[in-house]
Nanobody, 123 residues
């Protein structure tokens, strides 16, 4: 069992930056991939970025590539998402997720989820 706790969301103006953090506890030795997803009331949960926990390989949603950077600290069991040049369309609840297998973008392949943190970008 892996528990995830996110932090770092908030309200920011267009063009601003935020850094999300996620700390994992429990069966962290089983982690294969960690990722960030986001969701709004009007849309299904959407893949944002992922990090291979051993490989270090990253993947990004096309619309955030070049603006967002995913990183991790294995020693601290922590995942981060640096978000720059934020736009109103980035407004969503952001979720940290753990996959015990190699799936990357499909939320249904992820095994554990955090409670979410709200990011609001004002225009």
């Amino acid at each position: 069992q892996v528990q995830l706790v996110e932090s770092g969301g908030g309200l920011v103006q267009t063009g601003g930056s935020l850094r999300l953090s996620c700390t994992a506890s429990g069966g962290t030795f089983s982690i294969f991939t960690m990722a960030w997803f986001r969701q709004t009331p009007a849309k299904e949960r959407e893949f944002v970025a992922s990090l291979g926990w051993s490989s270090g390989r990253t993947n990004y949603l096309h619309s955030v590539n070049g603006r967002f950077t995913i990183s991790g600290d294995v020693a601290k069991n922590s995942l981060y998402l640096q978000m720059n040049s934020l736009q109103p369309e980035d407004t969503a609840v952001y979720y940290c997720a753990v996959n015990l297998g190699p799936g990357v973008t499909n939320p249904k392949s992820y095994d554990y989820w955090g409670q979410g943190t709200q990011v609001t970008v004002s225009s």
